[in-house]
T-cell receptor, first 112, second 112 residues
């Protein structure tokens, strides 16, 4: 049972445009959400996070939006750059045991 | 400061054998988590150790086990290897169980 779902396996976006990566979750016990970025042959690196008590968090070109009623979060990257081409994982932390559950990832291709 | 170190980087084993993977967390980090990454399945949680105690466990068979030493280094063991165990095994460490993770580069295990 996939508690964190990234329904788009891949996404292609023109350089300079906005990239929007989506994530849905099913468990209301999640209290913290994270996005990780992964390049081939490297481990995931932390990108941005958001607490369940907020609906938006911004860090430079990256903004994460949380819609608790819809159990949906999204990562916006503006403007998209070639170095943003990577796999992006959405993750959620369970508030009862701190376990972090990852989605399957979305591969983002930034087109020149 | 040094990051999370995983050894070896690559490993080829035969079906039925066993394997031990090692993870050295960032100095001072007491929590170590292990994940399995396979194509199409994202990052699947194996287990988490904190101060030498297993805090959380994912839905993997008993062939997968781990431990953590007093210096916070962790090992993961897989016995009676199956072809389906071929994957990238990632270790992540954090200061506390509620802090963000820092991942290592992973160990690529191939079972033939």
């Amino acid at each position: 049972d996939q508690q964190v779902k990234q329904n788009s396996p891949s996404l292609s976006v023109q350089e300079g445009r906005i990239s929007i990566l989506n994530c849905d979750y099913t468990n209301s016990m999640f209290d913290y959400f994270l996005w990780y970025k992964k390049y081939p042959a490297e481990g995931p690196t932390f990108l941005i996070s958001i607490s369940s008590i907020k609906d938006k968090n911004e860090d430079g070109r990256f903004t994460v939006f949380l819609n608790k009623s819809a159990k949906h979060l999204s990562l916006h990257i503006v403007p998209s750059q070639p170095g943003d081409s990577a796999v992006y994982f959405c993750a959620a932390r369970m508030n009862r045991d701190d376990k972090i559950i990852f989605g399957k990832g979305t591969r983002l291709h930034i087109l020149p | 400061k040094a990051g999370v170190t995983q050894t070896p980087r690559y490993l080829i084993k035969t079906r039925g054998q066993q394997v031990t993977l090692s993870c050295s967390p960032i100095s001072g980090h007491r929590s170590v988590s292990w994940y399995q990454q396979t194509p199409g399945q994202g990052l699947q949680f194996l287990f988490e150790y904190f101060s030498e105690t297993q805090r959380n466990k994912g839905n993997f068979p008993g062939r997968f086990s781990g431990r953590q030493f007093s210096n916070s280094r962790s090992e993961m063991n897989v016995s009676t290897l199956e072809l389906g165990d071929s994957a990238l095994y990632l270790c992540a460490s954090s200061l506390t169980s509620r802090s963000g993770y820092t991942f290592g580069s992973g160990t690529r295990l191939t079972v033939v």
